[in-house]
């Protein structure tokens, strides 16, 4: 399995980006899918996951409100819209992926397969 994220940037404080995640095929396997962002001197984090074609998502509290997940199963790429960017979410973003879905999708020690990261600047 292979993730490729795209859309990182620099934006001033109250932008938006768009971060988009293209995964090689995982046919029709139910999977959880998940943003993680790790800014520098600090561990990563989880911010937002979903169980694709399960309706079910969650937010790390920081970002509830201003930044929503999504996909489009017939591209194979999920989504992070992320509004009113604030100074701290500066960090980079990793795109990940686990077909173990059972602890749900908020188990962030489940997740196996990883993106590259893009880079995303608030200033």
């Known amino acids: 399995v292979q993730l490729v994220e795209s859309g990182g940037g620099s934006v001033q404080a109250g932008g938006s980006l768009r971060l988009s995640c293209t995964a090689s095929?995982?046919?029709?396997?139910?999977?959880?899918m998940a943003w993680f962002r790790q800014a520098p001197g600090k561990e990563r984090e989880g911010v937002a996951a979903?169980?694709?074609?399960?309706?079910?998502?969650y937010y790390t509290d920081s970002v509830k409100g201003r930044f929503t997940i999504s996909e489009d199963n017939s591209k194979n790429t999920l989504y992070l819209q992320m509004n009113e960017l604030k100074d701290e979410d500066t960090a980079m973003y990793y795109c990940?992926?686990?077909?173990?879905?059972?602890?749900?999708?908020?188990?962030?020690?489940?997740?196996?397969?990883w993106g590259q990261g893009t880079q995303v600047t608030v200033s």
């Open positions: 990940a992926a686990t077909m173990n879905v059972s602890p749900g999708c908020a188990n962030w020690g489940t997740y196996d397969h």
């Open positions: 095929t995982f046919g029709d396997t139910t999977r959880s």
């Open positions: 979903t169980l694709t074609g399960g309706g079910i998502t």
